[in-house]
């Protein structure tokens, strides 16, 4: 079939032609966006799940609703060689000069740029000129204390985008690679909005630590956000994100072919994606059958092995690779007792290597004591390369 017309976006962020499964949430993060315009008290949101579900992707669709219903958005990647002051400050300052361009009160526009200046030199950063003359404004978003500041700065956004007649809604994607004091401060600052009526929502996504490291940070958080669990898709939906696209293009899957796909990929989008791109570049159509969906799978498997499982794998240390093999061997979920014994280690000692696999986004504690794997299959990939 003819490649250019392949419907299927394996990649990073890619949006699918059918975004299948995610109705549920989208339809939360819709009403959350309304009420907030509304100066409705409403929960801000934090998607959580595995790698390669979907999540990004929700995020910018999210925020295509909220430019659709009048906001102004930030959007972008939490990293772990960038603080989060670096990442706010260009996108406030840019986020004030537009809105100094709508009609209205210029004063909470200057007031925001002079707030937020303040922040830039309580977080020892250097900015260049602001393209404003700018008088001082001691005593706010100054004190150096994200937890003070940062509440003092988006509520003084927050009151100019309202003076301009629209609200903000702020994405941030990997958001469990903030520093605890930078998730604590993110916390406070959407909690005093809270309070205020305030027109800024926030909408985030992380792995599934991410509830427990909010918690940690400060106890209200539970209350302070709702947390949408991003997982596999239902068989009929994972159905739907491959026929759908298929079918624009006059091509259709045989019934076996969805089957053993949805075996393969137990419902995962990434997977999904790969299987679905690799059988449309195989299968000769219009039928695909479960003789192509066969044929490529050795091409699939190798592709993700190399795409998605060992660009993460490799960046760990010979030690972490064998506590993650032993994780495999027991089984997922297992218990850290367990793995500690087949290390032949105290329980105490594994704690540093578990924390940093933690860190590096690879693995999770579903329950006390329990550990998983934070990217799906990841087993099967270590049974695979063993």
């Known amino acids: 079939m003819d490649p250019i017309k392949n419907p ?7 949006p699918p032609y059918e975004l299948a499964g995610r109705a549920d949430v989208l339809e939360e993060a819709r009403i959350l966006l309304g009420r907030t315009i509304l100066k409705k008290p409403e929960k801000s949101m934090l998607l959580t799940g595995l790698r390669g579900v979907g999540k990004t992707v929700l995020l910018n669709n999210i925020e295509q609703e909220a430019l659709k ?67 001082p404004l001691p005593g706010v978003a100054d004190s150096g204390n994200l937890e003070i500041d940062l509440p003092d700065l988006f509520l003084s956004v927050a009151e100019a985008a309202k003076a301009k007649g629209t609200a903000v809604a702020l994405f941030i994607d990997e958001i469990q690679l903030l520093k605890p004091e930078e998730l604590g401060g993110l ?24 509830p427990r490291l909010a918690g940690d940070a400060k106890s209200y ?15 009929e939906d994972a159905e739907a994100a491959l026929q759908t696209p298929v079918l624009a293009e006059n091509v259709a899957f045989e019934p076996n072919a969805l089957a053993e796909i949805y075996k393969q990929t137990l419902g995962y989008p990434y997977f999904l994606q790969e299987w679905g791109y690799q059988v449309w570049k195989m299968a000769v159509g219009p039928r695909i059958t479960l003789a192509d969906v066969a044929a490529v799978q050795h091409t ?15 960046r760990l240390t010979e030690g ?67």
């Open 221 to 235: 958080a539970e209350r302070l956000f709702s947390y949408p669990i991003i997982g596999k898709l239902k068989r």
């Open 300 to 314: 699939v498997l190798q592709r993700l092995d190399q795409n998605f499982f060992r660009v993460r794998y490799d």
């Open 69 to 135: 219903q009048g906001y102004r958005t930030i959007n972008f990647e939490v990293n772990e060689s960038h603080s989060l002051g670096i990442k706010l400050v260009p996108a406030l300052r840019n986020l004030l000069f537009e809105l100094d361009r709508l009609q209205g009160s210029k004063e909470k526009i200057k007031r925001g740029l002079m707030i937020l200046r303040n922040f830039v030199g309580s977080v020892k950063m250097s900015y260049g000129d602001f393209g404003v003359e700018l008088d």
């Open 8 to 14: 299927f976006t394996p990649g990073a962020g890619c």
């Open 320 to 386: 972490e690779k064998r506590f993650m093999r032993v994780m495999s061997e027991c089984g997922v979920p297992c218990r850290s007792s367990d793995i500690a014994e087949k290390l032949a280690m105290k329980p105490t000692a594994i704690t540093p290597m578990r924390a940093n696999l933690i860190r590096k986004g690879m693995i999770y504690s579903p329950r006390h004591s329990l550990m998983d794997f934070s990217v799906p299959l990841f087993d099967e990939f270590l049974k695979r390369n063993r």
């Open 187 to 210: 916390i406070m600052a959407m909690h005093k909005l809270q309070q205020k009526q305030a027109p800024f929502v926030l909408i985030g996504a992380g792995l599934p630590t991410l």
